[in-house]
């Protein structure tokens, strides 16, 4: 790979989504060490920009900088997982409950039909993942508060990192729906309160499943 194939975003950006997508698919496992002259000669570049991704992931948390030693894919403790899923408990409840009060009919029919095709997803197992993040997410956009969603965005990446993903034991796929349904019928009832509980069962749960 070339350095002019990764233009024309910045070429550390490009490269720290490369590394960051190598991450998620377990190329480069949690406790890795991450070897620059090998990443940088593979992609064609300079170590500067190779540094500079690394220092991007590091800022999400996905990469941790030892001092002398280098950088390390994170390894995510049980209490990083519990933090974590703390966090985003609190913050997706709290986005599901303006969405019940704000959202337009049109927006809550939007998030039936983004729930209606995880439903039939079920089975594709990568399809499935990203249609459940994509559903997260769009709670999060509809409730219009962007320093939130920022905030989610880099937790969930962090929780991705986690070698157990709460959605591959066995019956958590069908657990993950029927919570998400109670979502969907909480906020299409209009019900701030009752959408901010089921949310934050709905990450109880998966914390369960993922520990």
Request: hydrophobic share 45%; proline share 1%.
């Amino acid at each position: 790979m070339s350095a002019l194939s990764l233009a024309p975003r910045a070429l550390y950006e490009e490269v720290a989504e490369l590394l960051r997508q190598r991450i998620f698919k377990r190329e480069l496992e949690p406790g890795s060490w991450i070897d620059e002259l090998k990443l940088a000669e593979e992609y064609g570049i300079s170590r500067t920009p190779l540094r500079e991704a690394l220092k991007v992931l590091a800022a999400e948390g996905l990469v941790t900088m030892k001092v002398r030693r280098g950088a390390y894919v994170t390894e995510v403790s049980e209490k990083d997982l519990a933090d974590v899923y703390h966090l985003l408990a609190l913050l997706e409840s709290d986005a599901a409950g303006v969405v019940a009060q704000q959202a337009t009919d049109a927006e809550l029919v939007e998030l039936q039909t983004l729930h209606d095709a995880l439903e039939a997803a079920v089975g594709e197992r990568d399809r499935f993942f990203a249609l459940n993040e994509q559903f997260h997410m769009r709670v999060l956009e509809l409730a219009r508060n962007r320093w939130r969603e920022q905030m989610v965005a880099d937790l969930r990446k962090v929780m991705k990192l986690n070698r157990h993903n709460s959605l591959l034991k066995t019956g958590r796929i069908e657990e993950s729906l029927a919570e998400h349904r109670a979502i969907v019928a909480a906020l299409a009832q209009r019900n701030a309160s009752l959408a901010v509980q089921r949310m934050r069962e709905h990450f109880q749960s998966g914390l369960e499943a993922a520990a």
